[in-house]
């Protein structure tokens, strides 16, 4: 099973929460999100970080993960493209996943091995975590669940605990935070 994990970087992400956290705190958060996400999914298969950052690639191998090293930030259908290229059964979740719980991935990887795909959306119609089989074509973006959904050959399985709250904005930190 390879899981992938897409991260751009620790510095440049969470631009949204520019006015609720400083540089530094972003940078953090970004850092704190992405190792709670590899050390939950670490003993459910192969954890491959795809980043074009040295930074994060550094953290992520000093954490036991496979790193794919991007050129260049293409985008994140692109890195998932990277992260699950030759993968027979794949899992990509995603690194601002505060809640993710080892339960969420131990479901999913469940599913994977019963042969059915497993989707998980994130609060805001997003996609928190997707997997299946073989190739894939991924579209990310504002309601991205949906997409996703329509694009898993037959029935899928849905996971929706821990893997609701993604963080993107402030109101997602206040939502932790509660």
């Excluded at 091995?113 to 928190?128: M, N």
């Excluded at 959904?149 to 709250?165: D, E, F, Q, S, Y």
């Amino acid at each position: 099973m390879r899981i992938v994990v897409p991260v751009r970087s620790f510095d440049g992400g969470y631009r949204r929460l520019a006015g609720s956290l400083t540089a530094p705190e972003r940078a953090e958060l970004a850092r704190r999100l992405t190792n709670h996400v590899i050390s939950v999914a670490s003993p459910y298969g192969s954890v491959i970080v795809v980043t074009p950052d040295e930074t994060v690639a550094t953290v992520a191998g000093e954490l036991g993960a496979g790193v794919i090293e991007e050129p260049t930030a293409r985008g994140l259908d692109s890195a998932c493209d990277e992260g699950i290229r030759g993968a027979e059964q794949w899992m990509v979740i995603h690194g601002d996943l505060p809640c993710l719980r080892p339960s969420d991935v131990d479901r999913a990887v469940g599913s994977l091995r019963k042969g059915r795909p497993v989707i998980a959306p994130s609060h805001d119609g997003g996609t928190s975590l997707i997997g299946g089989f073989g190739s894939f074509q991924f579209a990310y973006g504002p309601g991205s669940f949906r997409r996703h959904l329509a694009k898993l050959p037959g029935a899928a399985v849905m996971i929706a605990r821990g893997t609701l709250l993604d963080v993107d904005t402030a109101a997602d930190v206040e939502r932790l935070l509660a």
